[in-house]
């Protein structure tokens, strides 16, 4: 069975910090990982898209990194602002199933100024 | 550009009622995807649809339906509603039907609440 697991389940950190998320899946076969920021009660938006070939892919102040081999994923959130206040959702992309994407549960991250 | 739209943004209904859930997608999309996220979830895969058909259907029972319309603009129909069903239903949309590396868009959601 596909599986997404993210960690921690949750984080607060103070404004100006830096902090990384972690996801590790068991889908096959891959095709890509994307990150997705999701505000309360708001659609998610997306972050970056990463194929098998791609380690790392930055978008502002995110980072994305991959591992294909252990099959893990980061997401770095440098000099973080109150506006970062969200759910991180790893969302990985197979060429089998419904619609082929096996989303985690999220990291719910709070900045405190 | 307008987004994907989704409409209502709030809805409250009894148990047993039913209730239809629109979604528009970006102009030029033609795929549509409903999404069911219960408070705490990832969301879960309820079905997508493109150029009117459906092409994949999530592990929801045969109370959920769906369709497409020509102007690619879709519904989502759930009847006999259970207090299970209160969820933020999100709707997404892209070009094609399942390109590797393509772009899903997300509607700000439909936040349904059964009593």
């Known amino acids: 069975k596909n599986q997404v697991e993210q960690s921690p389940q949750s984080l607060i950190i103070l404004e100006g910090k830096n902090c990384t998320l972690q996801c590790n899946y068991t889908v096959s076969p891959f095709s890509n990982l994307r990150w997705y920021k999701q505000d309360t009660g708001r659609g998610p938006v997306s972050l970056t898209i990463m194929t098998f070939s791609e380690n790392t892919k930055s978008n502002g102040r995110y980072t994305a990194t991959l591992d294909a081999d252990t099959k893990q994923s980061s997401l770095h959130i440098t000099a973080s602002q109150l506006s970062d206040s969200a759910s991180y959702i790893c969302?990985?992309?197979?060429?089998?199933?419904?619609?082929?994407?096996?989303f985690g549960k999220g990291t719910h991250l709070i900045i405190q100024p | 550009d307008a987004g994907v739209t989704q409409s209502p943004t709030h809805l409250i209904k009894t148990r047993g009622q039913q209730v239809t859930l629109r979604c528009s997608p970006i102009s030029g999309h033609k795929s549509v995807s409903w999404y069911q996220q219960v408070l705490g979830q990832g969301p879960q895969f309820i079905f997508q649809y493109y150029e009117k058909e459906e092409r994949g259907r999530g592990n929801f029972p045969d109370r959920f339906s769906a369709r497409q319309f020509p102007n690619y603009s879709s519904e989502l129909n759930v009847n006999a509603l259970l207090l299970g069903d209160s969820a933020l239903y999100l709707c997404?949309?892209?070009?094609?039907?399942?390109?590797?590396?393509?772009?899903?868009?997300f509607g700000e959601g439909s936040r349904l609440t059964v009593l």
């Open positions: 997404a949309s892209s070009f094609g039907p399942q390109e590797n590396t393509g772009e899903l868009f």
């Open positions: 969302v990985v992309k197979s060429g089998g199933g419904a619609d082929g994407l096996t």
